[in-house]
């Protein structure tokens, strides 16, 4: 409780010229540029979001004033989390969620047009196959360096490199007159397109509080989820009608596009670089929106110090304020971050049982069109259109799943007793995130348990078309809103580190993907699709106690991990402060001895 004393100096302290307004410390008002605070004012001088300890202000008048005060203090009201408005945050996570689309359209929408390349390449299907093959490899490892250069770096920074690499090799395959070209360019888009999806989940994590985070990140998996679902229907549409080199052009004018308007308007996101989106930063991380809107109120402030008055002394005060705020080094990027996360207790758990269970929706999606030729008769269209009842259910799942993973995250904060206030994050150290989130996952598990097992057993009994559909659809349902509830959590236990945590998960689900897609057709060549599905399903059982371990035990682990954290940090600033004192000693000494030489002149 703050003390009497402390009221009366903040009461008896004058304010600084109180007659000069401050600006923003950021572009406010640009459209996904700098963040605008809560207050709709459209002048140049408006004020940034007033800190917490300032709500409500104290009465000077009245008696009643340090009451005011001491119940502002003892309600310890968390800081805004972002300064970004609703709709700004909308359009920042619709944005990175676009960005996220390439990855797996760039590797679904290449499979109708495999005949088409082995033909005219002169290359055998095995050698065309090794194109997916490396294509998956350069998916699972380049998110490790991206994620955490966007970590350190800035989210801008990384989108940017994506964006160009993946252009380029777009442009290449579209040029590709041999297999070797197409084969290295190849790998190439995957570097390019890969990391967007780490990139999304970080900057969801940027700018969206836990209490919020659920609906969001459910939202940001839909054009992930529709690329695997559209990408074979446009790629053999466009294949068929306009030729395979036809779908790197349309790549390449989609990617365009979507690059030139987050150059215009996305803004950096980092929080160690922007903060809760209110700190200006450096130009270079500046969108073009925003050095154009710095140009203009410069323009301005040059005339209003030609009439002088008011505007020039704000002006004055606006440059004097400018934030100092610098770009991390790249001195402290780890190129091995995301692989040390899979080793740690919760994550790493977490992360191999997310990844096993989504390794069952590749080893479905693989070994559709097998299944499909075979029990009925499938085209290459037809097979590609039964995609979509696995893309509908997962859609249900976002606008469903999101919004109960939201209501269970309140629900134990009220029985907690641990208060929520909208925009603000709440502190998790001893809040049991894991049972929150889990609590919702786990009946989507169940679902997805029973629809593999199933699944199989369909196209042994020759079922109607319509069974298969509607098991897609609880596929997409049970896995997507698993993994979405799986993700949700990896962000919340991984405060500021966003990046490294989801390009671990990318890692994982890569590798044990590839093993599962590699895996499932021998298997229903030696024992049917009914058994091979069932022993995929079992192997959901035969881990869940690595699930059960993550909620029982991980709030203790994450008390654990923020201890020794902290102590690092520590030992580390301890070190640093050490060698300045050894720097600076010498030149302290040299200053003392030449002060005792002019005491005795």
Not at 28 to 50: F, H, I, R, V
Not at 149 to 174: E, H, K, Q, S, W
Not at 218 to 246: C, D, E, H, K, N
Not at 443 to 457: C, D, M, S
């Amino acid at each position: 409780m703050v003390g009497p004393t402390t009221d009366t100096s903040r009461q008896t302290t004058p304010p600084e010229e109180p007659t000069l307004p401050a600006e923003k410390p950021a572009d406010a008002k640009d459209a996904l540029g700098t963040a605008d605070p809560d207050d709709t004012s459209s002048t140049d001088t408006d004020l940034g979001p007033e800190p917490p300890s300032e709500e409500p202000v104290p009465d000077q008048a009245g008696g009643g004033d340090e009451q005011q005060v001491t119940t502002v203090v003892d309600q310890q009201v968390p800081p805004k989390y972002s300064s970004f408005t609703l709709w700004q945050k909308r359009g920042i996570v619709f944005a990175a969620s676009i960005g996220a689309f390439f990855s797996p359209l760039s590797a679904q929408i290449y499979f109708p047009a495999l005949n088409l390349l082995s033909e005219e390449l002169h290359v055998s299907r095995s050698q065309i196959n090794l194109t997916v093959t490396t294509y998956m490899i350069f998916q699972g490892i380049t998110p490790m360096f991206i994620g955490n250069l966007a970590d350190t770096a800035g989210r801008r920074p990384a989108y940017m490199i994506c964006f160009v690499v993946y252009i380029a090799a777009n442009i290449g395959l579209a040029l590709s007159k041999n297999y070797a070209s197409l084969l290295v360019v190849r790998c190439l888009q995957s570097a390019g397109s890969s990391s967007t999806v780490a990139l999304c989940q970080a900057v969801v994590s940027d700018v969206i509080t836990s209490a919020e985070r659920g609906q969001y990140i459910a939202i940001t998996v839909i054009p992930i989820l529709l690329g695997p679902s559209l990408g074979p229907v446009i790629g053999g549409l466009i294949s068929q009608y306009l030729g395979w080199r036809a779908i790197f052009w349309f790549l390449t004018i989609f990617a365009g596009v979507c690059f030139v308007i987050m150059l215009l308007f996305f803004p950096e996101t980092c929080r160690a670089l922007v903060g809760d989106g209110s700190i200006r930063p450096h130009p270079f991380y500046r969108t073009f929106w925003q050095l154009s809107t710095d140009a203009h109120r410069k323009r301005k402030a040059r005339k209003a110090r030609k009439h002088g008055g008011l505007h020039r002394t704000t002006s004055t005060a606006t440059a004097s304020s400018e934030p100092t705020r610098q770009p991390l080094s790249l001195g402290k990027f780890n190129v091995f971050a995301s692989l040390v996360l899979l080793f740690q207790k919760e994550l790493g758990l977490l992360l191999f049982y997310s990844a096993w269970v989504f390794a069952g929706f590749y080893a479905v999606s693989t070994a559709m069109p097998q299944l499909l030729g075979q029990a009925y008769g499938f085209d290459e269209l037809r097979i590609g259109l039964m995609y979509l009842p696995m893309a509908g259910g997962s859609i249900f799942a976002a606008f469903v799943i999101g919004p109960l993973i939201n209501r269970n995250y309140r629900r134990h904060a009220a029985r907690a007793g641990m208060p929520l206030v909208k925009g603000r994050q709440d502190d998790l150290s001893g809040f049991p995130v894991e049972r929150a989130r889990m609590e919702v996952g786990a009946p989507l598990l169940v679902v997805a348990f029973a629809t593999t097992a199933a699944w199989g057993w369909a196209f042994e009994a020759r079922a109607p078309v319509a069974v298969p559909c509607v098991l897609l659809f609880l596929l997409g349902i049970g896995m997507i809103g698993f993994s979405n509830t799986v993700n949700v959590l990896i962000v919340d236990v991984s405060p500021g580190r966003a990046g490294a945590a989801v390009a671990a998960q990318n890692v994982a689900r890569c590798l044990v993907g590839a093993g599962a897609s590699a895996a499932i057709a021998p298997m229903i060549d030696a024992m049917g699709a009914g058994w091979s599905f069932v022993i995929v399903a079992l192997l959901y059982v035969l881990f869940f106690p690595m699930l059960w371990l993550v909620m029982a035990k991980g709030v203790k682990w994450r008390q654990e991990l923020a201890v020794k954290e902290a102590a690092k940090k520590k030992r580390a600033e301890e070190k640093k402060a050490r060698k300045k004192r050894e720097q600076d000693g010498p030149e302290d000494g040299e200053v003392a001895a030449s002060g005792v030489k002019e005491e005795k002149i």
